[in-house]
């Protein structure tokens, strides 16, 4: 058998690129719309009612604030419209509206200068004339109150108070204001015949800088005016501004009638919620005293750097200090200086980001004897206070930007892997939330502009409301089934490697037993659906569980249901079996990305999430479980516990393919990765049991004023793989040319599929996320001489931002009576020896630019 250091992962082929070809989605015509059409005069004439009832609000609102002296508001006045659920937002642009944010079910809020709604009024009055296109106005279902706008823009715990607000009472809030205003969507341009490659992407270029320059323009003006209403009310606000692609989000200290003036009159504003509680909870239970002789040695010094956001660090902690970068430490708590690790539960200073730290570097087994060689080295931001509390003066968002500035963009040697166990201390809502939170999608913004990866904590459900869900007749595992056990903000963040945890016992003495046993989600682990039902948690690992007393149901954390950590000295032992939560299942995840960026370091950020979610596997047999269970246990697990193994390397029976640098793609190309079967494998009277798993991972820049993945992202992707016996050229045509089947037996039994009800998990498809895995198992004689997948880019909000990407392709014979690691290897390194020599990349009537 070859060593190890034989069984790494194959180079994937450079890729066919093309136009693709899209089927026409079929949009079902909506029998309003068409009644609307049908009967002009009635539903013109309740719009144009509409309009000018509203219309008529608004000057006399201007007229009344003007004569109580209030701040004069400058801008568009906003509106509430309802439209065609299945319509482009980007029609009310001719009607004299800027759209300022869509909602759901077809709501959308829109701007306008023209109180009078006058563009609006003609569009309306030419659709009942029945003018030639002027059939417009048939999508716009009604205009709607101003109170159902603001019902829609606060968040559900301001809205309750709102009519209670006033002058005597002061909110902190965060508020979260469009700036693209009229500047159209970047898209590609066009490539003429004539125009050379280099002179084609400089045209691309100055797009994009003009793109930036009129956004930029538009977010200054409305920040000034923002700035001129809030300072009537608090002349000593101070404004940081969290700035992204088509909008900025602020925190500001304001009394009740200034925020109620600012929301109802500021025609911008698309989301208000109050200052929530931050703050990551953590189980601690009795420690022992540990004696051992292990000797702690300092990373070598290429290895990794992680970034731990958290609560500081014990840095000269014995188990820690060899591997702390402590030159570099940076504490963001205002009036504190201090990066030392000062948290502390029941009077006792066990730390938190100490214990996530250690988790990084030991894994789940602290060594008690011997030498221990530190896996990587380890970056400290303070950003916690020794309550694990998040200052009401720290927006988070800005974290992430100070994370990136300080470790990324100012630094000698960046971080690539970012350890973020924080959390709000309530679920976000998933049904109810209208647009990715601030904090959410700024690490998926940082994330797409620098190569980096966060691994965020699930979030966990607290001791109290577990209590109280198991007192309300609501027990293990029943109460995951409630609004309490969703994900925690930011844990949504599309881009953000999302850990859950799991436990590692069957503990069950007299009297108590663990709350879900070995390899059973923890009974504190928040679950998905993550935002627009996308795949959350993304992965778990092994942070320990409750255990329950068996006579009376009182919670507690025996040392048995706790995962092995580093714990803040002298109080107490170095380390201990003394604490649960996600906080510390996120950081094992790290570990793993440490190893796969040992094994590639040159590679981009967005393989090693695709080569822990392409190790990753559900630990439990899923053929036993009903359609009802395993839609659970993706909620609650994702795509399962990942393999440090299999991460990073190979056996005789198992080979991953890897794209091993970012792919940019654009809307309508595809690219094709023939991976080449060797003929052991085809040979004809075998036939072995494959296992093909199939991970891609993207990341494209997104914008919060939109719902829905092909709202949020600029480009967005999915992949297609090869069909039973299904050669080459039939796939080529396939996704080239025809997008529908030309020549093969069907699809292969993937586990997840396209569509939320056509795989074995219900309720969940691949096109959800941008970690996108499936797998099945097929019958080696199904396969052909090449097995394809293309990647496909989709029109997003704004073509001229690509997507990046990284693939990963596996292929496992799982009763392992064939060897097919060197088979593959012989065979594919021949063949992408000779792709690559005569790949061509000059292809016509195609506008993007190939990798």
């Known amino acids: 058998m070859a060593g190890i250091k034989d069984f790494i992962h194959l180079s994937l082929p450079n890729p066919i690129a093309a136009p693709a070809k899209f089927r026409k989605p079929v949009i079902f015509p909506q029998t309003q719309t068409a009644q609307n059409k049908q009967n002009r005069q009635l539903h013109g004439n309740n719009l144009k009612k509409k309009a000018t009832t509203l219309s008529t609000m608004w000057n006399d609102r201007c007229i009344e604030r003007k004569q109580q002296a209030l701040p004069n508001i400058e801008g568009g006045r906003p509106f509430l419209l309802q439209i065609d659920p299945t319509a482009d937002v980007n029609f009310l642009y001719a009607m004299g509206f800027e759209v300022v944010c869509d909602l759901d079910d077809g709501f959308i809020v829109v701007a306008t200068d023209d109180v009078n709604l006058n563009t609006f009024q003609q569009k309306v009055d030419d659709f009942v004339n029945n003018k030639q296109r002027s059939g417009s106005p048939a999508k716009v279902y009604g205009l709607c109150d101003d109170d159902d706008r603001i019902s829609k823009i606060l968040s559900k715990n301001l809205y309750e108070k709102w009519s209670t607000l006033d002058g005597s009472i002061v909110v902190t809030v965060d508020l979260s204001i469009e700036c693209n205003g009229l500047t159209r969507n970047p898209e590609m341009p066009q490539m003429s015949v004539k125009e050379s490659r280099d002179d084609y992407n400089d045209r691309c270029q100055k797009a994009l800088i003009k793109y930036y320059e009129d956004i930029d323009k538009v977010a200054r003006e409305r920040q000034e005016k923002f700035e001129h209403i809030v300072s009537a009310y608090n002349p000593n606000q101070g404004f940081e501004y969290i700035d992204e692609i088509d909008s900025f989000s602020v925190r500001i200290t304001i009394n009740g009638a200034g925020l109620r003036d600012l929301v109802q009159n500021f025609g911008y504003i698309f989301e208000v919620s109050e200052n929530t509680e931050i703050k990551m909870e953590t189980t601690t239970g009795t420690v022992s005293q540990i004696n051992d002789t292990l000797t702690v040695v300092k990373p070598d010094e290429k290895s990794p750097i992680v970034c731990v956001v958290d609560s500081g660090i014990q840095e000269g902690h014995e188990y820690l200090s060899p591997a702390i970068l402590a030159d570099e430490s940076i504490c963001l708590i205002p009036n504190d200086n201090s990066v030392n690790d000062e948290y502390s539960r029941n009077g006792t200073t066990s730390g938190h980001g100490t ?328 040979r004809i009277g075998d036939d072995y049991n494959v296992l093909i798993e199939i991970t891609l991972s993207y990341s494209s820049k997104p914008r919060r004023t939109r719902r829905g993945i092909k709202g949020y992202m600029s480009t967005w992707l999915d992949w297609v793989c090869s069909r039973v016996n299904e050669t080459q050229d039939s796939f080529e045509k396939r996704v080239f040319e025809t997008d529908k089947s030309v020549q093969d037996d069907g699809t292969f039994k993937w586990a997840i599929r396209e569509q939320n009800n056509w795989g074995d998990f219900k309720g969940f498809n691949r096109k959800g996320q941008t970690l996108q895995k499936d797998w099945c198992i097929v019958k080696s004689s199904q396969l052909r001489e090449a097995f394809c997948i293309a990647v496909r880019g989709h029109k997003g909000w704004g073509s001229l931002f690509k997507a990046k990407y990284a693939l990963a392709i596996s292929f496992e014979a799982i009763d392992q009576n064939i060897a097919i690691y060197e088979p593959m290897r012989a065979k594919n390194t021949i063949e992408t020896e000779v792709d690559n020599s005569e790949l061509q990349v000059e292809i016509k009537g195609f506008s993007g630019e190939v990798q």
């Open 355 to 682: 214990r996530v730290a250690g988790a990084i570097l030991y894994y789940n087994n602290i060594p008690k004897v011997g030498e221990y060689v530190l896996p990587c080295f380890i970056r400290n931001l303070r950003v916690l206070d020794r309550n694990n509390y998040l200052p009401l003066e720290i927006n988070p968002s800005q974290i992430i930007s100070d994370s990136i500035k300080h470790f990324v963009r100012d630094a000698t040697i960046k971080s690539k892997i970012f350890n973020h166990s924080i959390g709000g201390g309530v679920p976000f809502d998933g049904d109810e939330l209208k647009h990715m939170s601030a904090w959410a999608a700024k690490i998926d913004s940082v994330s797409y502009d620098n190569d980096v990866l966060f691994i965020q904590a699930a979030g966990n459900i607290t001791l109290e409301v577990i209590s109280g869900l198991i007192s309300a007749g609501f027990c293990y595992p029943q109460y995951f089934n409630e609004k309490p056990a969703r994900l925690s903000n930011p844990a949504q963040s599309l881009q953000a490697l999302t850990v859950g945890s799991i436990s590692h016992t069957n503990f069950d003495s007299m009297d108590v037993e663990t709350m879900g046993k070995m390899n059973e989600i923890s009974s504190f682990s928040r679950i998905g659906p993550g935002i627009w039902d996308s795949i959350k948690p993304d992965v778990v690992e092994y942070g320990g569980t409750y255990a329950i007393n068996k006579n009376n149901n009182t919670i507690t954390t025996p040392e048995e249901v706790c995962t092995d950590l580093i714990r803040s000295s002298p109080q107490g032992p170095a380390y201990a079996k003394d604490g649960v939560g996600t906080s510390f299942a996120a950081p094992k995840v790290a570990h793993i990305a440490v190893q796969i960026q040992k094994v590639l370091p040159e590679a981009p950020a967005l393989l090693y999430r695709a080569l822990i979610a392409q190790s990753a596997q559900l630990p439990c047999d899923v053929s036993r479980l009903t359609t009802d269970e395993k839609q659970m246990l993706i909620r609650q697990m994702g795509y399962g516990l990942p393999d440090i193994e299999k991460a990073t390397q190979n056996n005789d029976y198992r080979v991953t393919l890897i794209t091993t640098e970012s792919i940019e793609i654009s809307a309508g190309e595809a690219h094709i990765f023939p991976v080449r079967i060797p003929d052991e494998l085809l």
